[in-house]
Nanobody, 116 residues
Framework: QVQLVESGGGLVQAGGSLRLSCAAS????????MGWFRQAPGKEREFVAR????????YYAASVKGRFTISRDNAKNTVYLQMNSLKPEDTAVYYC?????????WGQGTQVTVSS
């Protein structure tokens, strides 16, 4: 079955960096786009970044463009989110996403907390 396992979250000061990882299994990873979403307390889940199956194309929310970088390693079935210049408003649970056919799959999430 499809599994997405995020890691790398934590507590960081404003201006700092974190790198999130999402290890995928149960499907042909190199065939599908992958994405990152986040959900802050009291808010709806929102799109952060997306990467094509070959990594040739990437897409970002305006709020993170220029600070976050999505990448993937198809040999390791892993997608990454490098987050730099973090702001308190980036505080949220970050979720890995795989859109496979008609089904959206999600990981369990990893907490990112940015202190001011």
């Amino acid at each position: 079955q499809v599994q997405l396992v995020e890691s790398g979250g934590g507590l960081v000061q404003a201006g700092g960096s974190l790198r999130l990882s999402c290890a995928a299994s149960g499907f042909t990873f190199s065939s599908y786009y992958m994405g990152w979403f986040r959900q802050a307390p009291g808010k709806e889940r929102e799109f952060v970044a997306r990467i094509s199956n070959s990594a040739a194309s990437t897409y970002y929310a305006a709020s993170v463009k220029g600070r976050f970088t999505i990448s993937r390693d198809n040999a390791k079935n892993t997608v990454y989110l490098q987050m730099n210049s973090l702001k308190p408003e980036d505080t949220a649970v970050y979720y890995c996403n795989a859109d496979i056919g008609v089904t959206n799959y999600w990981g369990q999430g990893t907490q990112v907390t940015v202190s001011s």
